[in-house]
């Protein structure tokens, strides 16, 4: 497709299990960003990649979150042993170079 | 570190109406760039109007303008003959100019149409 793609749109899933939430951008974006949106809030920054640079990780609220971009195109984001405060929508968006950010329509976790 | 203040959690409007949406943030970069994103329902977040800060001209977008006052620090938009599809959560956002950096986001402005 010609946007960003995020995969599964929704998920639920237990207090202490692990989830991977995928992110596939637009070809020939080199920047992918995620962000966390938590109900009645705006965007808070978790992570970005830019080109073959090491990420920038200053946003990961904690150890038990993880990102990985393979081949400089889809990424996964991975929260292991989650918790309830995590429950939130999770947006992924890529950038061309000198362009602005596109966004995906957004992963929704629940944490039961 | 920026921070970007919208102060109107809700605001409404009739159909056809004009409305200004308040946008404030604080940053010590000269060069920069200011966004205002739409998200409906459906959750896509929808680039609706940029401007780049070194701009003084505000930029246009069919109904959407924005009043740009770059020495005091705000960055208004304004949609013209408001439509019901208009609404949405509104976010106001910025981005420094240089590298790759993250958006930074205000809290957003939830617009209501009204018939």
């Known amino acids: 497709g010609a946007g960003v793609s995020q995969s599964p749109s929704n998920k639920v899933t237990e207090k202490g299990k692990d989830v991977e939430l995928r992110c596939d951008p637009i070809s020939g974006h080199t920047a992918l960003y995620w962000y966390r949106q938590s109900l009645g809030q705006g965007l808070e920054f978790l992570i970005y990649f830019q080109g073959n640079s090491a990420p920038d990780k200053s946003g990961l609220p904690s150890d038990r979150f993880s990102a990985e971009r393979t081949g400089g195109s889809v990424s996964t984001l991975t929260i292991q042993r989650t918790q309830q405060e995590d429950s939130a929508v999770y947006l992924c968006a890529s950038r061309p170079p000198g362009g602005p950010q596109h966004f995906g329509d957004g992963t929704r976790l629940s944490i039961l | 570190a920026q921070t970007v203040t919208q102060s109107q959690p809700e605001m409404s409007v009739q159909e056809a109406e004009t409305v200004t949406l308040s946008c404030t943030y604080d940053t010590s970069e000269s060069n920069y760039y200011l966004f205002w994103y739409k998200q409906p329902p459906s959750r896509q977040m929808i680039l609706v109007i940029r401007?780049?800060?070194?701009?003084?001209q505000n930029a246009t977008e069919n109904r959407f303008s924005v009043n740009f006052q770059k020495a005091a620090k705000s960055f208004s938009l304004k949609i013209s003959d408001s439509q019901l599809g208009d609404t949405a959560m509104y976010f106001c956002a910025f981005m420094k100019e240089e590298g790759n950096t993250p958006l930074v986001f205000g809290k957003g402005t939830r617009l209501s149409v009204i018939a």
């Open positions: 401007q780049e800060a070194y701009k003084q």
